[in-house]
């Protein structure tokens, strides 16, 4: 069992920058790839980035590639998601989840509970 626990979100102007954490319970949290995804009010939850195990290789959706960076730190079992060059467009329900293997759907084990992210033009 992983308990996910997201921080960080809040209200940010076009252009501006906020860094989304997840805090991981348990002593296992290197043996999970772990992904963020995102869900805006009447859509679906879609793949923001996800970072194996190891942290040596990410994955992002195109919408955010060059923006946003995802990293870890298997030391503090927390996984991070820097977001730069925010746009309205990324308003949603950030949320950080984890799995056993790296995948770029929603189909991962354990998820948080989920941080809003608001942009304001």
């Known amino acids: 069992q992983v308990q996910l626990v997201e921080s960080g979100g809040g209200l940010v102007q076009a252009g501006g920058s906020l860094r989304l954490s997840c805090a991981a319970s348990?002593?296992?949290?290197?043996?999970?790839?772990m992904g963020w995804f995102r869900q805006a009010p009447g859509k679906e939850r879609e793949f923001v980035a996800a970072?194996?195990?190891?942290?040596?290789?990410?994955y992002y959706a195109d919408s955010v590639k060059g923006r946003f960076t995802i990293s870890r730190d298997n030391t503090k079992n927390t996984v991070y998601l820097q977001m730069n060059s925010l746009k309205p467009e990324d308003t949603a329900v950030y949320y950080c989840?984890?799995?056993?293997?790296?995948?770029?759907?929603?189909?991962?084990?354990?998820w948080g509970q989920g941080t809003q992210v608001t942009v304001s033009s």
């Open positions: 989840a984890a799995n056993s293997l790296l995948v770029t759907t929603p189909r991962y084990d354990y």
């Open positions: 348990g002593r296992t949290f290197s043996s999970y790839a």
């Open positions: 970072i194996r195990r190891s942290g040596g290789s990410t």
